[in-house]
């Protein structure tokens, strides 16, 4: 009995090992064959598309919820040093004193060095020459106030420190429109001044200026036929005081009364929203509205901060709620499919980020005497390059291969399902 015991006892190791053994060959061939098959996408995804592999992995649906959708807008933000920032200030010769911090002599780059996360999936990183693949003979055009300027600023910053520079070409230095383009790929990134996306008249004789909410910026003449659209408005309705632009509001060619904002800028989105569905051909343009960039004023006040905050709760809110949902009932009831760069909340954890004092170049003195008051002179509204707003792009970009055209949710279907 006692040495068929031992034998039953050393059969069954052996099986058990054979087992292993057999299920690592199994797995190891597993994998061999997924390499394979990836090297393969890659090689049939040139030269049309130059994802990474690692941005190929992240297409695959295992990283979206089970609704088969991911929210990019809800997640964290993670430290991470490595990669990060996606170009240097000193690389993008046209960065505007406004927002480039290090060279304006701040002390701290670890703002620099965030990555925000989703719940839902992985984001991929914003992979330039994609980027620029995938706008090859486009027209983007991005259209707002200094917010959509800081926008546009980083996009073409992340886009030139992937092409020679003689191979662009860059007018920024006229306000109210500046325009990138990549001479090998045809492509043209343009920002139009226009903070109320309506018009701003002023009268020549009385000097009154005069905000029509039922007429639309002129320069929407040169938007039309653009390829994706990026638009923004909000912070200049909220303006009082000396920095208020508009003496008067007019609705149908009557005054309107503007001791509330919300009715004038109901009737603006709308305006908004009838020139986009009758002049948006939704087959050929993207379009996209950003929602309010938060700023860390009184309770919030960002000088001197140097980390994210932690705690969602802790911020106040300072922009009106009634304007946020006017903007995002317009842009969900709209003919036209609008998609929304909810990066409010995602932006309001980094109090860490905006320039400060630090945004005047090489002017110590003014700096310095910035520093003596920083309470009145500290900037908290716009974000330092590069920064958070290579996230909202990064954003961008996401949305644009993930929730993707259709072309690339077909791509999805064929390939893993
Ligand atoms: C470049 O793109 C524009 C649209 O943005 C288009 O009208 C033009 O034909 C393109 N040129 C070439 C050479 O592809
Ligand atoms: C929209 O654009 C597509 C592709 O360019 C074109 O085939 C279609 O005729 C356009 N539709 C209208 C209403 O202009
Ligand atoms: C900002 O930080 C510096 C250095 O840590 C400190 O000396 C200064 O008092 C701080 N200023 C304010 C207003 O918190
Ligand atoms: C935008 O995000 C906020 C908070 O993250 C959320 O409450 C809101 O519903 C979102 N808006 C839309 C239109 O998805």
């Known amino acids: 009995m006692e040495t068929l015991s031992i034998f039953d006892r050393k059969w069954k190791l052996c099986s058990f090992t054979s087992l292993i053994i057999c299920f690592n060959i199994i797995l190891l061939r597993l994998t061999n064959l997924q390499n394979l098959h990836d090297a393969f996408l890659t090689l049939a995804l040139t ?84 980027m620029l693949e995938r ?42 429109y500046k325009v990138f383009k990549a001479k090998d790929y045809n492509i043209s990134v343009e920002f139009y001044w226009s903070p109320f996306l309506v018009q701003l008249h002023s009268n020549k004789e009385t000097t009154t200026r005069v905000l029509r909410v039922d007429k639309l910026d002129g320069s929407s003449r040169q938007w039309q036929g653009a390829d994706i659209m990026v638009f923004n408005t909000g912070h200049w309705w909220v303006h009082r005081g000396k920095f208020k632009a508009w003496d008067v509001l007019q609705y149908n060619r009557k005054l309107m009364d503007d001791t509330k904002i919300e009715p004038a800028f109901e009737i603006a989105m709308k305006t908004w929203a009838n020139w986009v569905d009758k002049n948006v051909n939704s087959t050929r343009t993207t379009v996209f509205f950003r929602s309010i960039s938060p700023e860390h004023k009184g309770e919030n006040w960002c000088f001197n901060e140097t980390k994210p905050i932690k705690d969602e709760s802790s911020y106040v809110p300072v922009f009106p709620k009634p304007l ?32 400060t004092v630090y945004t005047t170049r090489k002017d110590k003195q003014l700096i310095e005497s910035k520093l003596k008051t920083p309470e009145v002179t500290a900037d908290c509204s716009h974000w330092c390059l590069p920064g958070l707003p290579d996230t909202w792009n990064r954003l961008l970009y996401a949305s644009m291969i993930l929730e993707g055209s259709e072309t690339s949710t077909n791509y999805l279907h064929e390939v893993f399902w």
């Open 324 to 355: 946020v949902e006017t903007v995002e009932r317009t842009v969900t009831g709209m003919k036209t499919q609008i998609r929304y760069l909810n990066i409010t909340k995602l932006s309001q954890y980094r109090i860490d980020a905006h320039p």
């Open 135 to 176: 706008l090859r003979g486009k027209r983007v055009i991005l259209v707002g106030d200094s917010l959509n300027r800081n926008q546009w600023e980083s996009l073409v910053c992340l886009l030139y420190s992937a092409i020679p520079s003689s191979r662009a070409h860059v007018n920024f230095r006229e306000g109210s």
């Open 47 to 130: 030269p049309n598309n130059y994802l990474t592999s690692e941005n190929l992995e992240l297409l695959k649906p295992s990283t979206y919820n089970e609704k088969g959708k991911c929210n990019l807008f809800e997640g964290r933000w993670v430290y991470k040093p490595m990669g990060n920032p996606l170009y240097r200030s000193s690389k993008c010769p046209f960065l505007s004193d406004q927002v480039s911090c290090r060279r304006n002599g701040r002390p701290d780059f670890e703002y620099e060095k965030w990555s925000w996360e989703a719940n839902d999936c992985r984001i991929p990183r914003f992979d330039a020459i994609d």
